[in-house]
């Protein structure tokens, strides 16, 4: 069992910055992959970014690579998503994803933060 909380989102204009945070909590935490999604209204959940606990290894979507980075702290069980030069298309909810494949599999999902970017 694995809770996600988001925060950190918000209005901002566009070329402006926002870090995102997304807090973890449960057992064996490290064992998740951890990946950061977005979904504009009307629109379907696209992904945005993944880190691996257990690596240092980081992938992004073509659309952000470049502005955003991904990041964690292990010591206080938190995945960040560094936000650069942000765009009016940028504008979503984002929601922070736990997954875990294999003989225990399990897909957690937090319950999403704002972020708003004006042109």
């Known amino acids: 069992q694995v809770q996600l909380v988001e925060s950190g989102g918000g209005l901002v204009q566009a070329g402006e910055s926002l870090r995102l945070s997304c807090a973890a909590s449960?057992?064996?935490?490290?064992?998740?992959?951890m990946r950061w999604f977005r979904q504009a209204p009307g629109k379907g959940r696209e992904f945005v970014a993944r880190i691996n606990w257990s690596s240092i290894s980081t992938y992004y979507a073509d659309s952000v690579k470049g502005r955003f980075t991904i990041s964690r702290d292990n010591a206080k069980n938190t995945v960040y998503l560094q936000m650069n030069l942000l765009k009016p298309e940028d504008t979503a909810i984002y929601y922070c994803n736990a997954n875990r494949e294999g003989i225990a599999p399990g897909d957690y999902w937090g319950q999403g933060t704002q972020v708003t970017v004006s042109s």
């Open positions: 449960g057992r064996t935490f490290s064992s998740y992959t």
